[in-house]
């Protein structure tokens, strides 16, 4: 069965709010050793900006897999189909 579409932005929600709060700390620990000290607004507003470019990324990628493996599955049975072999 595949994942619907709702299923895979609510998936793609979760993961991402998850990897916010891991990048706002991240950000913290890892911009003062690169001489960068932003205010924690900043902190946050930078993660927003790769938090929603993550989001876009990670609902198309998926959609864009599932509907390649569900070709190759349609492709498998119309070749066995062909060949004359029962389906699984």
Known sequence: MNQTRLGS???TLMNVCIGLAVSVIA?????PRFGFHPSAAENVAISLIYTA???VRQY????????RLQRAA????????????PQA
Do not use: D, M, P, T
């Open 9 to 11: 932005l609510i998936e």
């Open 27 to 31: 950000n913290q620990l890892v911009f």
């Open 53 to 55: 470019i993550s989001i």
């Open 60 to 67: 198309v990628l998926r959609r864009w897999f599932n509907a």
């Open 74 to 85: 349609h492709r498998l049975a119309n070749a066995a189909l062909r060949e004359g072999r």
